[in-house]
């Protein structure tokens, strides 16, 4: 196992503990237990950057890291904003539909990319696919800054509603692209 592939499940580790904080604040709202999720969180998120980094500059792009990789990314984001559903003042900013749209374009793109890989045909991350992940992550660490720490504050929710649109135009961006990726292979008989 690759130093990447170690991030990589380290950082899933780190999921279920952020879940854990998440699921506790569900029951008691408690600044303390957002701060340690919001700290959880960025954790989390920082090290995606190093796996993939460290898995390109030793050139130890594997195929687990190409499967792991973008599955706990897709943990991380769904799962946060599934739960923004039930955190206060969360589901008034991020509403369900927007949850249902990003939830469809990681099933599909999960889909293409089981299909690709299984034929052994690599599918791994593109630039719109990395954009549209940065993108949500600086969603979700926003809305937990908002929820924890402003809930009211009406320009920390304007920020939060702005980053959800952003997060859902490149949602929607980098599932066309891949779609269109998809397209081809399927086209050319490789699948």
């Known amino acids: 196992m690759t130093l990447a592939n170690r991030i990589t499940s380290a950082r899933f580790l780190l999921t279920v503990v952020y879940f854990v904080l998440l699921t506790f604040t569900l029951y008691r709202r408690d600044g303390t237990l957002m701060t340690a999720a919001f700290a959880v969180f960025l954790a989390a998120a920082w090290s995606d950057l190093l796996d993939g980094y460290l898995a390109r500059l030793r050139g130890q792009?594997?195929?687990?890291?190409?499967?792991?990789?973008?599955?706990?990314?897709?943990?991380?984001?769904?799962?946060?904003?599934?739960?923004?559903?039930?955190?206060?003042?969360?589901?008034?900013?991020?509403?369900?539909?927007?949850?249902?749209?990003?939830?469809a374009r990681e099933f599909l793109v999960s889909g293409i990319r089981g299909a690709a890989e299984a034929a052994g045909i690599p599918f791994g991350a593109t630039f719109w696919g990395k954009q549209k992940t940065l993108v949500q992550n600086v969603l979700v660490g926003t809305a937990l800054g908002y929820a924890a720490w402003l809930p009211g504050t009406r320009w920390a929710e304007v920020l939060t509603l702005g980053l959800m649109w952003l997060a859902l135009a490149s949602t929607v961006i980098s599932g066309v692209a891949y779609a269109m990726d998809a397209r081809r292979l399927f086209r050319s008989g490789r699948i």
Request: charge should be neutral.
């Open 61 to 103: 792009v594997t195929h687990f890291g190409r499967i792991a990789d973008p599955l706990v990314d897709k943990i991380l984001v769904c799962g946060s904003l599934i739960y923004f559903l039930r955190i206060d003042p969360l589901p008034g900013v991020i509403p369900a539909w927007f949850v249902t749209v990003v939830l």
